[in-house]
């Protein structure tokens, strides 16, 4: 409990102090990486080829490695593979050595931060960061909080208080960003002058060449490179490409994703030692470049064992962006700093901290990955990095010792599962068994739920926040009215099988009630047949083991209906998600095939019947049959889960062909994302994110609030303290009777 208030608080304080600035650079920087890919219109094919290159890369890698070897010592360099931090930090202090250098000059490298190499190497050198973000975090003496933008949980105010503490100057700077850059580029540019070696990353290495390939937008990574007469390149294995060629589709995606840039101000290929004279600017002359000293130090580090890791191994595709950290809501709350993590942090930070470092700073960063998966579209390389998540999730569960309250919740912990499994995670994990319970006596359940003695218990044992409003039982599930109800469509074109999900069965029936009566109204005969929940709540408690069984039991409870031309119709956007992508990870791919290709949203499928010759008249809307049940200004939010399957423009489609004045709302989520925004610990975070959803719709008077998604709807509720209605309860002609 007091751990739960723990990390709410420090997350809190985050939002506090760091959250204005971080919230503000990542939502501009996702503005200008959308305005840019959206106009570009070979971004889908070369996700595609970047994807490929590093897939066969990655499996090709000791031969690559191989390879570079021979044409960086064949360029007169000198190749290292150092195995893991301390083998890499103690072969840069040699070299170091044998060229006496007192003062070396860095460019950002994520990698030097994994190994920190500042705190190894300054007790014994003058270590000085060049590029601005970087320097400015080394004044400080903080982490990064950012892949790209180290210092971006700073203001410019933050950053003229931090030089005029730091610095003893005649007149303190303003914030005035321009003159602070200058301030800070005079200083490192005097630092570059005379320094001993200059040490770089490397965005990319080619092993035909032995060239790498710098990008940055300051220049100053080529002045590390090229000033001194010793350059130490440091970079992991993983960033090895076979040809010069190969760099294309990088090249225009990088910048597009990272800042929303064509291409950053510098892209450089250098194929060190480069042959420009070294210059001396002590004694004003140049030394001939045969002096020039190039060491490439590979990183290992972890690297070669998640190649060999089914389900870390596509964290090596990363070509380091930090678009996904943008593209984050939670991130945009609370920064790389909330998500912890040794060197890595939000998104994919977790698969490199899982694999670089300890499993303990990744499983915590996992638990702040929702699952909403927007950062998916914005990678370049298409890696799923909510899967990354989850595996992480899945693990560190398995890691957990038995806890005190095991007895307390024995039946919420399927076989598969470990036992010293979170209670939290067990209760969220086996919702549908709690459901169940609750709706064989709804009235009681309700009553008890309603009560104070319910919050404390919820809050104390699993961590439910008080805060939260809990949802009703119905009266009546879905399957039991139907059951009684039974079809109404005699002679049907289509037969479908509506999918109760958990929340439409057991909480929100007129949903699922509404999706009978609008398929019906087109000529579609429904069935609802008794299914499982999909494995969703499970997984989102990375608890793989019992979501693959949930999967199974669907699977073996949909496939008859799908072998004899039934069509599954989905009112749950995060179910649709199970369907389409998340149980590619957990059937077998024939099995995954055959459900997703026949499982549709229900909005989705209704602009299906439309198009195809089906009488819109026959569904509701503003000057339809049902006029007057729904105002005809639209105020919509649509699901995580739906904009990156891209099946949202069919809500969209369907609600404007039948009248309706529609306004969206597109900031990333709207915080909620199911367990999530119960638990104790992040339901301040969830509120931070979902404020933004507020201040993005704006005043709703007038008109329906809509969303489509059950946490979505939940989360709307409470922002505005009024209910939001599912889009299909919109279109859906009343009958007047059951
Ligand atoms: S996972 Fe993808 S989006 Fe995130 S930093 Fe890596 S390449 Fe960029």
């Not at 003496?141 to 203001?155: C, F, L, R, V, Y």
Request: proline content about 5%; overall charge negative; glycine content about 8%.
């Amino acid at each position: 409990m007091s751990s739960r208030r723990d990390r709410a608080d420090d997350l809190r304080e985050l939002m506090e102090s760091e959250g204005e600035a971080i919230g503000g650079n990542t939502q501009l920087i996702n503005q200008l990486t959308a305005e840019n890919v959206g106009s570009f219109d070979r971004y889908e094919e070369l996700r595609e080829e970047a994807r490929a290159t590093k897939e066969a890369a990655i499996e090709n890698l000791p031969d690559l490695i191989d390879r570079l070897e021979e044409a960086v010592s064949a360029n007169g360099g000198q190749l290292h593979v150092a195995q893991d931090a301390a083998d890499a930090n103690r072969i840069i202090e040699e070299i170091l050595d044998e060229r006496g250098a007192e003062k070396l000059v860095k460019s950002k490298s994520m990698t030097t931060e994994e190994l920190e190499v500042n705190d190894h190497l300054e007790p014994d050198y003058e270590v000085v960061e060049t590029d601005l973000g970087e320097y400015v975090i080394q004044v400080a003496d903080e982490t990064p909080s950012h892949m790209i933008g180290p210092a971006m949980h700073k203001s410019a105010a933050d950053i003229a208080d931090l030089f005029n503490d730091a610095f003893d100057l005649e007149e303190p700077l303003s914030d005035d960003p321009a003159e602070l850059t200058e301030f800070a580029r005079e200083r490192v540019g005097e630092h570059i002058l005379d320094a001993d070696a200059g040490m770089t990353g490397a965005n990319f290495v080619v092993a035909e060449s032995g060239s790498i390939m710098l990008v940055t937008n300051e220049g100053n990574a080529r002045k590390t490179a090229v000033t001194p007469d010793t350059h130490i390149a440091v970079t992991g294995v993983e960033k090895v490409v076979p040809t010069v060629s190969d760099l294309q589709p990088f090249t225009e995606l990088i910048a597009r994703t990272g800042t929303g840039q064509d291409i950053t101000s510098y892209v450089s290929l250098l194929s060190p030692p480069v042959d420009t004279p070294i210059p001396d600017f002590e004694a004003d002359e140049f030394r001939p470049a045969e002096e020039r000293d190039f060491h490439l130090v590979l990183v290992d580090n972890g690297r070669m064992a998640m190649r060999e890791d089914e389900d870390l191994r596509e964290t090596l595709y990363c070509i380091r962006c930090g678009a996904c950290n943008n593209a984050c809501a939670n991130f945009q709350s609370l920064g790389g700093h909330g998500f912890g993590g040794e060197t890595y942090t939000g998104g994919i930070g977790t698969g490199w901290e899982a694999g670089v470092h300890e499993m303990e700073g990744a499983g915590e960063m996992s638990e702040l990955c929702t699952g909403c998966s927007r950062c998916v579209p914005k990678c370049p390389v298409k890696i799923d990095i909510p899967w990354i998540n989850t595996v992480v999730q899945d693990r560190t569960n398995r890691d957990a010792e038995p806890g005190d309250f095991d007895f307390l919740v024995d039946g919420l912990t399927p076989d598969e599962e470990p036992s010293g499994l979170d209670l939290q995670k067990r209760f969220f994990g086996n919702i549908e068994t709690v459901a169940k319970l609750g709706s064989l006596a709804p009235g009681l359940a309700n009553a008890l739920a309603d009560t104070s003695l319910a919050d404390w218990l919820l809050e104390r044992f699993v961590g439910v926040d008080e805060r939260r409003d809990l949802p009703e039982f119905a009266g009546e599930t879905l399957r039991e009215w139907y059951g009684a109800r039974g079809p109404r469509v005699d002679d049907p074109d289509r037969e479908v099988v509506l999918y109760p999900d958990l929340y439409t069965e057991y909480f929100e029936p007129e949903r699922g009630k509404a999706a009978v009566r609008a398929l019906e109204a087109l000529g579609v005969r429904v069935r609802i047949p008794e299914v499982p929940e999909s494995g969703r709540a499970p997984l989102s408690q990375g608890m793989v083991a019992t979501a693959r069984e949930q999967a199974e039991r669907v699977h073996g409870a949909l496939v008859g209906h799908v072998d004899d031309g039934r069509d599954v119709v989905i009112i749950e956007p995060s179910d649709l998600a199970m369907f389409r992508s998340d149980y590619e990870h957990l059937l077998p791919e024939r099995s995954h095939e055959r459900l997703a290709e026949h499982s549709y949203d229900v909005m989705e499928y209704i602009y299906g019947l439309l198009e195809n010759g089906a009488d819109a008249d026959a569904l509701a809307g503003p000057a339809g049959e049902g006029e007057g049940r729904g105002d005809e200004r639209v105020a919509y939010h649509s699901h995580c889960q739906q904009r990156t399957l891209g099946v949202e423009r069919y809500t969209t489609a369907v609600l404007e062909e039948l009248g309706y004045e529609l306004r969206e709302s597109d900031v990333e989520c709207c915080g909620m994302a199911g367990s999530f925004g119960y638990k104790s610990e992040y339901y301040e975070v969830s509120m931070d994110v979902g404020k933004r959803l507020r201040a993005d719709l704006g005043d709703v008077a007038g008109e329906e609030l809509v969303a489509s998604g059950t946490s979505c709807r939940t989360q709307l509720d409470a922002l505005y303290d009024r209910a939001a209605t599912h889009p299909v309860e919109l279109v859906a002609p009343e009958t007047g009777s059951r």
